[in-house]
């Protein structure tokens, strides 16, 4: 099992048989009756052939790899060019050896940034997972060495995975539901899928788990309406999915900010750093290339959807706006974060660019 995918479920290579310290194993059989189901914003639509799942949080990471290493590239380049220019390679003695090793030094820095920001953008960007209901078959993109993985529904594990994050506005623990595909006849885990981000709530990931049960052996009847989420290839939604993706219950349905000094402070510090690796991240999730979906799934996702059994809750009138970035409270938000960082990313390249100039 790939290094990647051991680092997502806590370093374990095998499946534990109980529950504990790690997380839960979830029933796989039947349609649950003591659970209502939900959605929870992690299905982005739904129909009588598949559920397609709301993205993963990869943008965030691609967006910060394509911004710092092009400011921190620039940096490098600027110093690389004021040593060039303002002391050369010569001296009244000659050639300067000292010189030459630190403009290779420079060169070789810059360029490894410049590499990261490229990678990052021009990388496949993987499509979102998708759960064929007549297949019954996970499809999801791994990366461009093991390229599309197929999970069969019947056979997977779900479990509710403990997720302890760490950061510098704090420390939580929230939790993921994920598919784990187990070797035949051994306990050692061949892939892992997460299917949403992760919540607060420990119930949230069973919830989400008894919807798809019910999708995919019950009646249509049974499942709640889906929540409406912000569009993946309109620009305009970015503001409205950058909210969700930061903030989560920190902001409500119509896009305010709840009461409460911690919510205001970070929302604050998180928008104020991750305003342009976001911003980034949204763009090239649909800039980069995209890998071609298996012929099996693109067939179905291909047909027309003329009506479905499976509701969609409308959006509220602010969701409307915000998915249209016409909502005032929320553009002035945005703005004013988004000068923040400005100054932020900026302040990167003033701090080691300009300084050899003077």
């Known amino acids: 099992m790939k290094k990647a995918v051991r680092d997502l479920v806590l370093g374990m290579k095998d499946l534990p048989e109980k529950g504990g310290y790690w997380g839960l194993l979830l029933s796989k059989k039947g349609v649950p009756a003591d659970l209502e189901p939900a959605s929870a914003s992690a299905i982005q639509s739904v129909n009588d052939r598949y559920i397609l799942f709301a993205p993963s949080l990869q943008?965030?990471?691609?967006?910060?790899?394509?911004?710092?290493?092009?400011?921190?590239?620039?940096?490098?380049?600027?110093?690389?060019?004021?040593?060039?220019?303002?002391?050369?390679?010569?001296?009244?003695?000659?050639?300067?050896?000292?010189?030459?090793?630190?403009?290779?030094?420079?060169?070789?820095?810059?360029?490894?940034?410049?590499g990261w920001a490229y990678v990052s953008l021009r990388t496949k960007v993987s499509p979102p997972v998708v759960l064929s209901k007549r297949l019954r078959r996970f499809y999801y993109w791994m990366n461009s060495k093991d390229g599309w993985i197929s999970l069969p529904y019947d056979d997977v594990q779900p479990?509710?995975?403990?997720?302890?994050?760490?950061?510098?506005?704090?420390?939580?623990?929230a939790y993921v539901l994920a598919m784990v595909d187990l070797v035949p006849g051994s306990r050692r885990i061949r892939w892992y899928l997460p299917?949403?981000?992760?919540?607060?709530?420990?119930?949230?990931?069973?919830?989400?788990?008894?919807?798809?049960?019910?999708?995919?052996?019950?009646?249509?009847?049974?499942?709640?309406?889906v929540e409406a989420q912000p569009a993946i290839d309109d620009p305009r939604a970015d503001l409205a999915r950058m909210d969700r993706f930061l903030f989560g219950s920190l902001v409500d349905e119509n896009h305010r900010v709840v009461p409460g000094v911690f919510s205001k402070l970070y929302v604050g510090f998180v928008g104020g750093t991750m305003y342009w690796f976001e911003r980034a991240g949204l763009?090239?999730?649909?800039?980069?290339?995209?890998?071609?979906?298996?012929?099996?799934?693109?067939?179905?996702?291909?047909?027309?959807?003329?009506?479905?059994?499976?509701?969609?809750?409308?959006?509220?009138?602010?969701?409307r706006l915000a998915n249209e970035n016409a909502l005032p409270h929320m553009r002035r938000r945005w703005m004013v974060l988004g000068g923040i960082s400005t100054i932020f990313v900026l302040t990167m390249f003033a701090v080691l660019g300009i300084p050899p100039w003077f």
Not at 70 to 98: H, P
Not at 159 to 173: D, E, L
Not at 201 to 211: L, Q, Y
């Open 283 to 319: 763009w090239i999730s649909r800039t980069a290339p995209r890998p071609q979906w298996p012929e099996e799934i693109a067939e179905e996702m291909a047909l027309p959807v003329d009506s479905s059994a499976y509701k969609v809750r409308a959006p509220t009138p602010a969701q």
């Open 159 to 173: 479990v509710n995975m403990v997720a302890r994050m760490y950061s510098t506005a704090g420390g939580s623990t």
């Open 59 to 114: 943008a965030s990471n691609r967006g910060f790899g394509f911004v710092f290493g092009s400011v921190i590239g620039l940096a490098f380049l600027s110093m690389f060019v004021s040593v060039l220019t303002i002391y050369g390679l010569y001296n009244d003695a000659g050639f300067v050896v000292d010189r030459l090793i630190v403009l290779l030094i420079l060169a070789i820095l810059g360029a490894g940034f410049f």
């Open 195 to 225: 299917l949403a981000v992760p919540h607060r709530s420990i119930e949230t990931p069973e919830r989400i788990w008894a919807f798809i049960r019910c999708y995919m052996d019950g009646a249509p009847e049974y499942l709640p309406p």
